[in-house]
């Protein structure tokens, strides 16, 4: 009898699990979204993988890696409180529709300037910059979609399914774009590049719902103005945001270094440096796995401060990995740590905003992503000066030591803040 009793608890334990790590998926909206989600990140993914690879072949050097990754990071920085205050005036749906659709056209027109072997380093700057303007309104449309599709308590579990969706596609995407460069050529990844954000802009057509802007009486200055002042005087918020300027700057931004490692240090070619990115997607895939099934976890500020240190430490570990195997097993934890963090990022930040101003604030979250080729530029400027390894380990020590030190003020003022 006690037997059975346990058995049955056992698994009705089980099967709530289940539930909570499907429950954004029993939303129809959502499941469309998160397809579309998955191939917009394929795209994000090769072009970061291509174009680095792109800039060393031209150049040689990774400050030049890093330069041209900046110039993105300084458009999605200048654009970003922009592209928050367009998705709190416009529809958030047909944002999104544009912002794929002309991501598609940029990656065909660099492919068409490849295959007629006129690609020159202006070329890929300028894609920077197109492509930096248009994820300033793509990370916000996206995200403020998502809350009014699963509403607060599903949250967490909806921003961490749809990492798991990017880094699912990343993992494809990179092995793909590794491959596409060394037997066939960049081109092609680019190609590729285009035809999954023009699909991603096709699954977004199935998504129903209403995703107008509850707030059009301000004037577009003023509604700047107002987010601005909004993100200033909530104090949360402010930490928050003040935090992914750092996360960004010396956390992601080891993205932007990997096709340098590849060649330069680890010398395993475009098809290693697919194997080093699908390797981090597939730590990716599992943490957000993990974060997904916990529902709505109460100690979200205690789980930042968490993956933001295992972030900083696997960084610094990958930074001085001398052997490729090595090399694997640190980026899959480094895209665990940095994965799960951003998913617990976002929820905050959406929990801690009011629904007339939350794309603004996430507009200001998005203007935080570019300083991840910006942190690339200042990692690439240290390796041209002295060595790829000791700039992407800073970086990993600069986290460590700023968490270290802030973790019971993030506690103070977000945990308690969190409604």
Avoid: C
Avoid at 324 to 336: D, Q, R
Avoid at 341 to 348: P, R, T
């Amino acid at each position: 009898m006690l037997s059975n009793k346990y058995t049955n608890g056992s698994h009705s334990r089980k099967q709530a699990r289940i539930s909570r790590l499907f429950s954004a998926m029993s939303n129809r909206n959502y499941r469309f979204y998160w397809v579309g989600a998955g191939f917009s990140s394929m795209s994000i993914g090769i072009d970061m993988l291509a174009r680095g690879w792109l800039v060393l072949e031209l150049t040689n050097d990774p400050f030049w890696v890093g330069l041209i990754a900046g110039l993105g990071g300084l458009a999605q920085v200048g654009f970003g409180l922009f592209g928050g205050v367009l998705v709190d005036r416009l529809n958030k749906r047909r944002v999104l529709l544009w912002v794929q659709a002309l991501s598609g056209l940029v990656a065909i027109a660099i492919g068409l300037v490849i295959f007629f072997d006129t690609l020159t380093l202006w070329h890929l700057a300028l894609s920077a910059v197109l492509q930096g303007m248009l994820m300033a309104a793509r990370l916000p449309a996206g995200n403020s979609m998502i809350y009014t599709m699963v509403g607060r308590k599903v949250i967490l579990n909806a921003l961490a399914s749809q990492l798991l969706a990017f880094n699912l596609s990343r993992i494809f995407g990179s092995l793909l774009a590794g491959t596409a460069i060394d037997d066939f050529g960049v081109g092609y990844a680019y190609v590729f590049m285009a035809a999954s954000s023009w699909f991603s802009a096709f699954m977004i057509l199935f998504v129903n719902g209403d995703y107008r802007s509850e707030g059009r009486g301000e004037t577009f200055w003023q509604s700047a103005k107002v987010g601005l002042s909004y993100a200033y005087e909530n104090r949360p918020i402010r930490v928050l945001l003040l935090m992914s300027v750092l996360m960004e700057l010396f956390g992601f931004s080891f993205n932007v270094m990997l096709p340098v490692m590849a060649r330069d240090v680890l010398g395993v070619g475009a098809t290693g440096l697919g194997y080093l990115s699908a390797a981090a997607a597939f730590g990716a895939t599992v943490s957000t796995i993990t974060v997904a099934g916990l529902g709505d976890f109460r100690e979200k500020a205690n789980l930042l401060i968490f993956t933001a240190l295992a972030a900083g430490i696997s960084i610094s570990l990958f930074a001085f990995s001398p052997w490729f195997l090595l090399s694997l097993v640190f980026s899959a934890m480094v895209g665990a740590a940095l994965m799960s963090y951003d998913a617990i990022m976002g929820a905050l930040l959406q929990l801690l905003s009011t629904d007339e101003i939350r794309g603004r604030v996430l507009g200001l979250y998005g203007l935080t992503f570019g300083f991840t080729p910006l942190g690339g530029f200042i990692v690439g400027t240290i390796a041209s000066l002295f060595s790829a390894p000791l700039a992407v380990g800073l970086g990993g020590l600069v986290i460590v030591t700023y968490i270290v030190s802030v973790q019971g003020f993030i506690k103070r003022t977000v945990q308690k803040a969190v409604p």
